[in-house]
């Protein structure tokens, strides 16, 4: 089983990169930011909850999330792995994470962090916004988004480093670079 979870702050390219890792590895794929926008655009009351939170830039509560990811695992048959984009965004969805693995006999195999700097996700973001009208993604609500990054998850960093389970990946660069430097680190677990 090849659990990985992408991690980063927002606009370093999680989205982009699992898609190649998916292709290449067969792993199924979990966004909790996809699965969460599709309930917005289906109207559903989990909608209506997410989208006050995320035009805000903020977090929705653990619990909630942790629900979601755990109903979305148990939808996954005959599954070579899972990439985890988007989750966990705090510890105690890292702890989550960690038990709701164990008790399936199977842990985190990598987390790979990509490592982008702030103006580059600046411009990203904006671009994106600019391109495909995505709610949060302009000024103001991207800062925000920064912010919780920098307080809420990012000490997640240090947790997978006392786990075993970290590993840097240089964020900037061409798309296709990027994921030759997560390829080597996936085929050397
Ligand atoms: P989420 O959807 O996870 O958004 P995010 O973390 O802010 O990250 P993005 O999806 O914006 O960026 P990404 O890292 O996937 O980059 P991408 O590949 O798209 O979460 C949204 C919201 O949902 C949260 O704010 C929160 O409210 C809620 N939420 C979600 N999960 C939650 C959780 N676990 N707990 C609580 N709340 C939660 O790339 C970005 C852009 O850059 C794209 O346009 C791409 O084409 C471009 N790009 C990618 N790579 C490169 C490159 N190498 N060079 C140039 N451009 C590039
Ligand atoms: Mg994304």
Redesign the pocket.
């Known amino acids: 089983m090849l659990n990985i979870v992408i991690f980063g702050a927002?606009?370093s390219?999680?989205?982009?990169q699992?898609e190649r890792i998916v292709a290449k590895y067969g792993v199924n794929h979990i966004?909790t930011?996809?699965v969460l926008r599709a309930q917005i655009k289906a109207g559903t009351e989990l909608g209506m909850t997410a989208k006050g939170y995320i035009d805000q830039g903020q977090l929705l509560p653990d619990e909630l999330i942790i629900d979601i990811l755990a109903q979305t695992l148990d939808g996954f048959k005959d599954s070579k792995g899972v990439i985890f984009?988007?989750f966990p965004r705090t510890i105690a969805q890292a702890e989550a994470l960690k038990k709701m693995l164990a008790e399936r006999g199977q842990e985190v195999s990598i987390m790979l962090d990509l490592d982008v700097p702030e103006d580059e996700l600046m411009t990203r973001l904006i671009k994106r916004g600019q391109e495909s009208g995505r709610a949060d993604d302009n000024e103001e609500t991207i800062k925000k988004r920064l912010v919780v990054y920098h307080s809420q998850t990012s000490p997640l960093i240090d947790w997978y480093k006392n786990d075993g389970k970290y590993q840097h990946i240089n964020g900037l660069g061409t798309m296709e670079g990027i994921f030759a430097e997560i390829a080597e680190a996936i085929d050397k677990i």
């Open positions: 927002p606009g390219g999680k989205g982009t699992s966004s930011g996809d984009d988007g």
